[in-house]
């Protein structure tokens, strides 16, 4: 095993944490969005108004793209296993 297998795993490794996490996390940051300006615009300041939302929405988007990651992460998983003995 090369410096640059190994680094070639660490890149692809934070390319797939990136991709799976992506989905959630930018829904997340779009309905906090819409709360705040929703709260800027009523002048409601309730710091407790933005996470049953973001809760709501995160649990929604990962259920909708759960299968989508787990195919990701399979093939991902799978093409590290099938790569293991070469780099023995």
Known sequence: MNVDHVLELGRSAVMMTVLVGAPVM???V???L???V????TQLQDQTLTFVP????MLLTLLYAL???LAQMV???TEIFE???GSL
């Open 67 to 69: 299968p989508w990651l």
């Open 26 to 28: 930018v829904m997340a």
């Open 34 to 36: 819409i709360i705040s």
């Open 54 to 57: 973001k809760i709501i929405v």
């Open 30 to 32: 779009l309905t906090g």
């Open 83 to 85: 790569g293991i003995p």
């Open 38 to 41: 929703f709260q800027a615009v």
């Open 75 to 77: 093939e991902y998983s």
